[in-house]
T-cell receptor
Framework: DTGVSQNPRHKITKRGQNVTFRCDPI?????LYWYRQTLGQGPEFLTY????????KSRLLSDRFSAERPKGSFSTLEIQRTEQGDSAMYLC????????????FGQGTRLTVV | AQSVTQLGSHVSVSEGALVLLRCNYS??????LFWYVQYPNQGLQLLLK??????LVKGINGFEAEFKKSETSFHLTKPSAHMSDAAEYFC????????????FGKGTHLIIQP
C-alpha cells in the first residue's frame, strides 16, 4: 500500500490550454474524491466516484471540468480552456466502503495558470 | 447543508504550552467529525475522527478532541506543543453517507514559538 498517488505534482499552463491530472487511489478503495484548495482556504469538494460511477458533482465543477474513473481504478480530472481562476491545488482522496471511514489524501497537483 | 467554522486563522503558542484549536460545525444529521493536518505543499493527514461512541477521541501525535453536541463543537487539543506541530489544521464534517465528501473549515495555521 503506497498511498494515494497524484501526477503531476506541479503543472504550469497558459490560459486557454487544457490540462489533465491523474490520481491512483489506494488499491481496493472503491470511493474516490476530488477536491480543490485555493490559497488560505480549506479543500472544497468537487466530485465523487463509487467504483466507476460518478455519483456526485459540486456546482463548482463547471462544464469545463470533467472527471473519469474507468474500470473503477485510477481517475483523471481534465480542465478545458483553463482560466487564471483555476489556479489551485487539486487533491484526490480515496476511502474504503465503510461509511465512517476517513479519506486518505494524495499530495495534490498544484496548477498555475499564467 | 453542513458547515464548519474554525475560530482563529492563526494561533501561536510557545513550545511546551497547551494547544487549543477551535472548531464549530453545523449539520442537519448526526455528524462525523475529523481533524486533518497539512504541511506545506503536502496533502492532508488524518489526526483523529469522531463517528459514534466515546465523545473524547485520541489521535496521532498526542492530539485529542472532544465532541460536544450541545455546543456543536469539536475542539482539538494537545497538552504540550512541539516544534514539529507547526502546520495548517483543518476541521471537517461529513454526513457519513460518503457521497457528499467532507466539508472543511478554512483552516488554522499553528505557529510554535521556541
Amino acid at each position: 500500500d503506497t498511498g494515494v498517488s497524484q501526477n503531476p505534482r506541479h503543472k504550469i499552463t497558459k490560459r486557454g490550454q487544457n490540462v489533465t491530472f491523474r490520481c491512483d487511489p489506494i488499491s481496493e478503495h472503491n470511493r474516490l474524491y476530488w477536491y480543490r484548495q485555493t490559497l488560505g482556504q480549506g479543500p472544497e469538494f468537487l466530485t465523487y466516484f463509487q467504483n466507476e460511477a460518478q455519483l456526485e458533482k459540486s456546482r463548482l465543477l463547471s462544464d469545463r471540468f470533467s472527471a473519469e474513473r474507468p474500470k473503477g481504478s485510477f481517475s483523471t480530472l481534465e480542465i478545458q480552456r483553463t482560466e487564471q481562476g483555476d489556479s489551485a491545488m487539486y487533491l484526490c482522496a480515496s476511502s474504503p466502503r465503510a461509511t465512517s471511514a476517513e479519506a486518505f489524501f494524495g499530495q495534490g497537483t498544484r496548477l498555475t495558470v499564467v | 447543508a453542513q458547515s464548519v467554522t474554525q475560530l482563529g486563522s492563526h494561533v501561536s503558542v510557545s513550545e511546551g504550552a497547551l494547544v487549543l484549536l477551535r472548531c464549530n460545525y453545523s449539520s442537519s444529521v448526526p455528524p462525523y467529525l475529523f481533524w486533518y493536518v497539512q504541511y506545506p505543499n503536502q496533502g492532508l493527514q488524518l489526526l483523529l475522527k469522531y463517528t459514534t461512541g466515546a465523545t473524547l477521541v485520541k489521535g496521532i501525535n498526542g492530539f485529542e478532541a472532544e465532541f460536544k453536541k450541545s455546543e456543536t463543537s469539536f475542539h482539538l487539543t494537545k497538552p504540550s506543543a512541539h516544534m514539529s506541530d507547526a502546520a495548517e489544521y483543518f476541521c471537517a464534517v461529513s454526513s457519513g453517507g460518503g457521497a457528499d465528501g467532507l466539508t472543511f473549515g478554512k483552516g488554522t495555521h499553528l505557529i510554535i514559538q521556541p
